[in-house]
């Protein structure tokens, strides 16, 4: 399009479905990008803790829903063109130890992670990432935890942005956070409740890039370079969730997330209602167990 030039609002519309399998020391997931953007990919994953130990291996491809770009592909308004729809194939290893890795009491916890993808999409150039963490977190009085993280990864190339060939999702030559995470819980006679709160400092640099990674058979304006840059700022990630029995086959959960991990801001709402098959009553403090995914984290419940 001519330089200046702008186009409508784009959305996109699907519908996905995805097959899991979830126990403590295995996990399976097979499913699609939703049908109906105008890229789609297979995702899946498989989780391995052998012996339901403290380490954990994963093979993940997954949709990167950075932008409706990256996640959905778009169609350029004025060739046709359709690019975008990035799929991540990443492999991780995390060892981690405390009351979460081997189901025992423990005043003192932390875990170190490792993990490295290759990333690919639809008329997009090729990357790969290698990334890692690391934390300790301890328990101050009985429901109060507070802790200390590093994190940092790596991308060969920088494809944050949506002209053609380019990925539209984060991805930092250079990227550190360092943060102090706080966790509170607490449990009561027909409800519980979990408040998290992380505040550090982040550091993104980015390397210039070309307008046009890739030319997709196009005929293209002379090539341009988006600048390098880089940035150092306050990072937090706060959430809030909150768990009631409603009746003895039914509980109600709700939660709330605000963050600026990477380089934009995310907030969310969100509820679930569960319907069990065996009663709690309701005047003990017993709680349902949260169902774990394939990950095995529990997508809804207090952890």
Not at 90 to 107: D, L
Not at 198 to 219: E, N
Request: aromatic share 14%; proline share 7%; hydrophobic share 35%.
């Amino acid at each position: 399009m001519p330089q200046g030039a702008t186009f409508g609002e784009q959305t996109a519309l699907g519908f996905a479905g995805e097959g899991q399998i979830s126990t403590n020391a295995f996990g399976l997931a097979f499913g699609t990008s939703p049908q109906g953007f105008p890229v789609a990919n297979f995702t899946g994953g498989l989780r391995f803790r052998p012996l339901n130990g403290p380490f954990t291996f994963m093979a993940v491809r997954e949709n990167v829903q950075d932008s409706l770009l990256s996640y959905a592909g778009v169609r350029d308004p004025g060739t046709g063109i359709v690019w975008g729809g990035v799929a991540s194939n990443t492999g991780s290893f995390q060892f981690k130890w405390g009351p979460s890795a081997n189901g025992h009491y423990s005043r003192l916890g932390g875990y170190v992670t490792a993990s490295g993808g290759f990333l690919q999409g639809k008329n997009v150039a090729n990357n790969w990432e290698a990334g890692g963490s690391a934390g300790l977190y301890g328990q101050i009085v009985q429901g109060l935890t507070v802790g200390g993280n590093v994190s940092g990864m790596h991308y060969d190339k920088n494809l944050q942005y949506f002209s053609l060939g380019q990925g539209g999702y984060f991805s930092p030559q250079q990227f550190g956070l360092v943060s102090i995470p706080i966790s509170w819980f607490a449990r009561h006679r027909r409800f519980e409740y979990q408040i998290r709160a992380s505040a550090g400092v982040q550091y993104i640099s980015l390397d210039s890039s070309p307008f046009y990674p890739t030319s997709a058979g196009a005929g293209l304006p002379p090539q341009g370079f988006y600048s390098r840059s880089t940035h150092t700022g306050p990072a937090y990630d706060v959430s809030a969730r909150l768990g009631y029995r409603i009746a003895p086959h039914a509980y109600f959960e709700t939660f709330a997330a605000a963050n600026n991990a990477r380089n934009y801001a995310m907030q969310s709402i969100g509820f679930s209602i569960k319907f069990l098959v065996h009663s709690l009553p309701t005047d003990t403090d017993l709680h349902p167990n949260s169902i774990p995914d394939w990950k095995g984290d529990p997508p809804f419940g207090i952890q």
